[in-house]
């Protein structure tokens, strides 16, 4: 009789103990899934934060870079009316210049300038460097176009872009040069200023009245 009632409470308790597994192991999964949710809620959370964040950093960046673009354009505008304004101001002073001295030219270096006048062909300047200055040597073509004997004397002005005179040279050469012979003649400018050169003028060789071809 003992022996049945123990078979009786074994076979009672058994499915009492399958159930308690289950009951252990579901509740162990609801664990998972709720962590596994809780960790997905944060993670969504932070991208959400990241992408405020980042649209309102790229709104900040594209406002500044607007303002960037503003301020430029309007830098631009500017220097282009400076340019604009220093342009006439060159041109008047060139007029300026051209009033004072109408065969007045811009000094160009390691160029052959045509000067053409009645007696000076052309001129080349040459920027040298002697104890760490610079300066200016040129070579003089004289050509006597006229029926008269010249005397190559003349003399060279130098000035800077704003009209100042800031060099000089001449020349005092004693040989006649008859019509259609030409010579050519190199020196160097003497200058007393340290600006830049831009423009020169060179004056005729003086004639000789008394003699003629």
Do not use: C
Request: aromatic share 8%.
């Amino acid at each position: 009789m003992n022996l049945e009632t123990n078979n009786d409470t074994n076979q009672y308790s058994q499915p009492r103990m399958h159930r308690s597994r289950r009951s252990r192991s579901s509740h162990h999964s609801r664990q998972k899934i709720w962590g596994l949710s809780l960790l997905l809620l944060i993670l969504l959370a932070i991208l959400f934060i990241s992408f405020i964040y980042g649209s309102s950093r790229i709104e900040e960046l594209s406002s500044r870079a607007s303002s960037i673009q503003e301020q430029l354009l309007l830098k631009k505008k500017e220097v282009d009316e400076l340019k604009s304004n220093l342009a006439q101001a060159n041109d008047k002073l060139e007029q300026v210049i051209k009033g004072r001295f109408p065969t007045v030219l811009k000094l160009v270096p390691d160029k052959v300038i045509a000067v053409n006048n009645d007696s000076i062909k052309n001129i080349v300047f040459t920027v040298v460097r002697h104890d760490g200055s610079r300066q200016y040597e040129y070579k003089l073509v004289v050509e006597n176009r006229s029926r008269k004997i010249i005397v190559p004397k003349f003399r060279l002005l130098v000035f800077d872009k704003s009209g100042l005179q800031i060099g000089v040279d001449q020349v005092m050469s004693s040989e006649e040069l008859g019509p259609g012979e030409s010579r050519s003649y190199s020196s160097r400018v003497d200058f007393f200023m340290k600006e830049e050169p831009a423009y020169f003028y060179i004056s005729d060789p003086i004639p000789v009245g008394a003699k003629h071809m």
